[in-house]
C-alpha cells in the first residue's frame, strides 16, 4: 500500500468511478436493448396492419371487379352470391381463378354460410392456388344474399400470400 500512502482517498475516488463507469455501461445497454425491442416490435405490429391493409384493398377489388355471368357485365361478388345458391364450384373457382391469373396473385378465397362462418364450420366454396401458411394475412368481408331467406348473408374470406 505504500504506492497509494501520499495520495489520500484515491482509493475510495477509484472505486467509485469504476463503479459508476460500470453502471453507466449497464445502463446504456439496458436502455439500449429496450428501445432495439421496442422498435422491432413495433416494426412487426405496423408491417401486419400494412399487409392487412393491402390483404383488404385487394379483396375489395377482387370483389368489385367485372366479369361476365352469362353474357351479362357483373361483379364477382355477384357471380359468388350466384354460384354459393347454385353450389356451383366450378364457375366460382373459374372466375376467382382468372382474377388471381389476371392480376399474379397467390392465396385462396373461401366462402361461408356467415352463420356457418361464426361457428366455424367448413367453407362452402373454395378456391386456392397455393398452399396457404398458417402465418397469411387475411380479410373477412360479408355479402348480402337477397336471394336466398334461409341464408341472409356469405362470409368471404380472402387470404393473400405476402
Known amino acids: 500500500m505504500r504506492l497509494f500512502k ?16 460500470v453502471l453507466l455501461v449497464l445502463g446504456l445497454m439496458l436502455i439500449g436493448g429496450v428501445l432495439y425491442f421496442n422498435v422491432s416490435d413495433n416494426k412487426d405490429a405496423t408491417m401486419k396492419k400494412v399487409n392487412f391493409v393491402e390483404t383488404t384493398q ?13 353474357s351479362v357485365q357483373t361483379t364477382i361478388s355477384d357471380v359468388i352470391i350466384y354460384a354459393f345458391n347454385k353450389n356451383d364450384q366450378a364457375l366460382f373457382e373459374a372466375k376467382t381463378n382468372s382474377f388471381f391469373n389476371k392480376y399474379n396473385l397467390e392465396g385462396a378465397v373461401d366462402v361461408y354460410d ?7 364450420r367448413d367453407y362452402k366454396l373454395s378456391f386456392s392456388n397455393r398452399f396457404i401458411s398458417s ?26 400470400n405476402e
Open 114 to 120: 356467415s352463420n356457418e362462418y361464426n361457428q366455424d
Open 58 to 70: 385487394t379483396h375489395l377489388y377482387y370483389l368489385n371487379s367485372a366479369t361476365k355471368l352469362n
Open 135 to 160: 402465418g397469411e394475412t387475411k380479410s373477412v368481408l360479408q355479402l348480402a344474399n337477397p336471394t336466398n331467406n334461409n341464408v341472409p348473408s356469405i362470409t368471404v374470406v380472402f387470404k393473400k
Open 6 to 21: 501520499d495520495k489520500k482517498g484515491f482509493v475510495d475516488d477509484m472505486m467509485d468511478f469504476i463503479f459508476m463507469t
